[in-house]
């Protein structure tokens, strides 16, 4: 099991709940291992902020997205 470290047990509402998608995400099948390494990479930089850990990670998804189109359509 995977743990979401650096969240204090006086976290906002909000926290709480992207430290559940955090952890379903990190626990799930459906990201490439690649992927949740670069998660728990912006989880560590953002401990007291999951939040923009994964803001961060949507925008870094979306740009590989963008990426590989911009391959395919070559």
């Known amino acids: 099991m995977t ?3 650096g ?3 006086d976290d906002s509402v909000l926290a709480g ?3 559940a998608i955090l952890h379903e995400v ?5 990201l490439p291992e690649s992927a949740k390494d ?3 990479l912006l989880i ?6 999951p939040e923009r850990a ?8 979306r740009r590989d997205a963008a ?3 911009e391959l395919v359509s070559a």
């Open 67 to 69: 990426a590989e189109a």
């Open 44 to 49: 560590a930089q953002h401990p007291d902020h």
């Open 26 to 30: 990190l626990e799930g099948s459906s």
């Open 17 to 19: 709940q992207v430290r």
């Open 38 to 40: 670069r998660l728990r």
């Open 3 to 5: 743990q979401v470290t």
């Open 7 to 9: 969240l204090r047990p």
């Open 54 to 61: 994964l803001v961060e990670h949507f925008h870094a998804l």
